[in-house]
């Protein structure tokens, strides 16, 4: 989910000291609000010109979900907006968040209690390390290349009967540092992959036997680390900004070669903005390596499907993001596509949930230089999504450790059907019993 550059936010100031200030950000206090707008949107923009607040999300015709900072609550509320509070403190709920189960760590290896809790990076990955030598004979670690810090964007690539070398089905996850959800989630499809896959489910075997998969589940790896030792709420990589510019960080979804100039609205030419797109495309080295390895598996293997994993809102969002008025030829399956994923997640869910799908431009908001674009266009990917996970608004970004592995199953739920509609002569008779 994209951050709205309205005002001067936390992540500005702590982005604009953090050279010389590293001392972690404290949320202590600090209150998150949904405000409603409606017809009132110029108003609301007006009253809160005067507050430093960050806005969580982008669907401002209903309403816009605020963090405001502990020392601005009171003349905040004194304003007597119509508003919900969905953090009392959020301190307290990052709090709560980050001291989850220790079950894993007692049991290692891959196993369930993982999806009990978020974890450190270093967990991560040794997660994958374990994916991997459970399924060794099928699989092999790769990487796209280091991150600014120099950290590895590794990542696994695993195939099922005869061998590598069939169309790719390729998954980005952690993008924006602080949508940790995002990489459980990514963790727990992997794992049902293999392990279904080892079991000789038949619709897994399918998946696996039809299509390689690549996963690098931690696009921005610095940005992750420097979230959880240092501002929780960070969102962009961790590379120093241009000339004398005292902030950090490049949006890497604002920094795909395709549309990144396409027009102002998209992306931000601000180095202190949580969606600065850089000084040039692909000027990141995260974005470098990735960009090779969607370029080398387009001209080997070709992309049947790409999926970049964030968070939240509840979308299933396919190209164009750069023209809200620009539709591709595949809208019609991908919107087909979609909305199945959408139905079957609906009912699989004791809450019921539910994602809105459509082209991105048009559904959500503008977005140039994003990946989904890119690699629909330069990638020749057939299938090109973004999908934010939970969840509304209630909790935004932080995201309750109870609702890790119902978001997660969720999803497995939504991809067997994605990746069986992906080519249904893969089946004979009525097609797979997931859709019986």
Known sequence: MQFLSIALSFASIAAAVSLSSPQPVSYDGAKVYRVKTGRQLASVKEKLSAFNYEAWNHDLDRHIDLLIPAGEVAAFEALNFNAKVLHEDLGASINAESHGSSLWKRQGGVNSSWFDSYHPYDDHVQFWEDLQASFPNQSETISSGTSYEGRDLFGLHFWGASGPGKPAVLYHGQVHAREWITAPVIEYIATQLIEGYKAGDNLTTAFLNNYDFFIIPFVNPDGFVYTQTTERLWRKNRQPGPGNSTCFGRDINRNWEFGWDANDRGASTNPCSQTYRGEAPSDTPENQGLDKLVRELRDTQGIKLYIDWHSYGQYILSPYGSNET???????????????????????????????????????????????????????????????????????????????????????????????????????????????
Do not use: C
């Open 326 to 436: 620009n539709y591709a030829p595949e809208l019609g399956k991908w919107t087909n596509t979609a909305s199945r994923m959408s139905e079957a997640i609906r009912d699989s869910s004791d809450a019921r949930t539910t994602f809105t799908f459509g082209p991105s431009g048009a559904t959500l908001y503008t977005t140039t230089g994003a990946a989904p674009d890119h690699v629909y266009i330069f990638g020749e990917a057939e299938f090109s999504y973004t999908i934010e996970l939970r969840d509304t608004g209630d909790f935004g970004f932080v995201l309750p450790p109870e609702q890790i592995l119902p978001t997660a199953e969720e999803q497995w739920v939504g991809q067997q059907v994605l990746l069986s509609l992906l080519d249904e002569t893969f089946f004979d008779g009525e097609g797979p019993a997931i859709f019986t």
